[in-house]
């Protein structure tokens, strides 16, 4: 809602309290929907008239905790989901309604998806350039909906028809309350023709790549995790290439399966972030062999604390994700990308009393991979892949 006059949206912490995390109940959530009431029953309008939407979720559905008022929206106006790379997981990738990640580094059906929609029904996401390349040209077709908790992010990069300032789990509430209020209406019927076209999309360009005859594929590397955990592993990652190919081509299932750094792009991020969550739970770091040597020290933490983390690095030699900008927009003029003098990973870990396994076939790697995440120890799993391929 809009703050009256004054009035501080959320008020002033001291540095004692430097977070805050905003959940309403009960008659705090009743007080939040008369507020927002109107811009709510606003959007359940634009979303009753729709005839091609989309909603596009981000990382504020999974730290609001609104999976399951998420899925329940969705499954109430029958409407196709894309995500951003922090909001893998708060669809199911087998979800029928899931398009895949949008954007520069996502699938065809998502990214079409969202230039075609008539309506963008956008929640915990802030509109960054990886979803929208050139904004100008970014959904020219959409009437926009924005729900966000920050109301900086609100209008920061596109211009929205319907501004929700809330908690992502309360507004979604409030919206399907608004909706079941109406006069019942034929969704699935009436987006067929949409979501048959989206289907088709799907079916017909999925995220491909070109079997290496004498290499290993970074893409063939993922899809193994994939099979060997079936979707149920949590993954952290570092930046550049890896980064975009297990968001890409692993099949996260769950929320918060995924821990990666995102809009920050720090690299180094993955190791540290998987030593942390594997005090909990199984970890696999996927990584490439330049963010790995950001924090390579912290072996030393995992073999210490006898974690059995996993590092699975994409080792093609050189910072891929430049390298591919580099070729792509500098004229192949490479400065700066390769690795030349890379340290022997296998005596690495073997140095730091973790166990080192390299694969440089493809016909070894799913039996690597399987006796590496069985060890009860710290592990290093080297895949030497195409240095050229890209993402």
């Not at 008539?118 to 050139?134: N, Q």
């Not at 993955?270 to 790995?292: E, L």
């Not at 933490?301 to 994409?314: E, I």
């Amino acid at each position: 809602y809009e703050p009256a006059a004054g009035e501080a949206l959320i008020p002033k912490l001291s540095m004692k309290h430097p977070t805050v995390q905003l959940r309403l109940e009960g008659e705090a959530l009743e007080r939040y929907k008369v507020k927002a009431a109107p811009r709510l029953e606003q959007a359940a309008r634009l979303i009753a008239e729709a005839q091609k939407p989309l909603i596009y979720c981000g990382g504020g559905v999974i730290l609001s905790g609104a999976e399951r008022e998420l899925a329940a929206f969705a499954d109430l106006v029958d409407a196709p989901v894309v995500s951003t790379l922090m909001g893998l997981g708060a669809v199911p990738a087998d979800n029928p309604r899931m398009l895949g990640m949008l954007g520069m580094h996502g699938t065809v059906a998502a990214t079409a998806a969202a230039q075609r929609c008539d309506l963008l029904v956008a929640i915990g996401a802030r509109f960054d350039d990886r979803v929208t390349g050139r904004l100008s040209s970014f959904a020219p077709k959409a009437t926009i909906v924005h729900i966000d908790i920050d109301p900086t992010s609100i209008h920061k990069n596109v211009n929205v028809r319907i501004p929700v300032v809330g908690d992502c789990r309360n507004s979604l509430i409030a919206i399907r309350e608004h909706l079941a209020a109406r006069e019942p209406l034929p969704w699935k019927e009436r987006f067929a023709a949409w979501q048959g076209q989206l289907d088709e999309w799907k079916q017909e360009q999925p995220i491909t790549w070109t079997p290496g005859e004498t290499t290993i594929k970074p893409q063939e590397v993922i899809k193994a995790v994939d099979k060997i955990t079936e979707g149920k592993a949590i993954l952290t990652t570092e930046v550049g290439q890896h980064q975009m190919w297990a968001a890409q081509l692993y099949n996260f299932t769950e929320p918060r399966t995924l821990l990666t750094s995102g809009g920050l792009g720090t690299m180094g991020y993955g190791f540290p972030a998987a030593i942390g969550a594997q005090f909990a739970y199984p970890v696999i770091d996927v990584s490439g062999d330049g963010s790995f040597q950001m924090n390579l020290q912290e072996l030393i933490t995992a073999v210490s604390n006898k974690l059995p983390v996993k590092v699975l690095l994409l080792n093609n030699g050189c910072l891929g994700m430049v390298r591919q900008l580099q070729d792509l927009f500098y004229g192949g003029r490479l400065n700066a990308v390769d690795i030349p003098d890379q340290p022997d990973f296998v005596k690495l870990a073997e140095a730091y009393g973790a166990e080192g396994y390299r694969v440089a076939k493809l016909e070894d790697l799913e039996s690597t991979l399987r006796t590496a995440f069985a060890s009860p120890n710290t592990a290093i799993i080297d895949v030497i892949v195409e240095r050229d391929e890209n993402v």
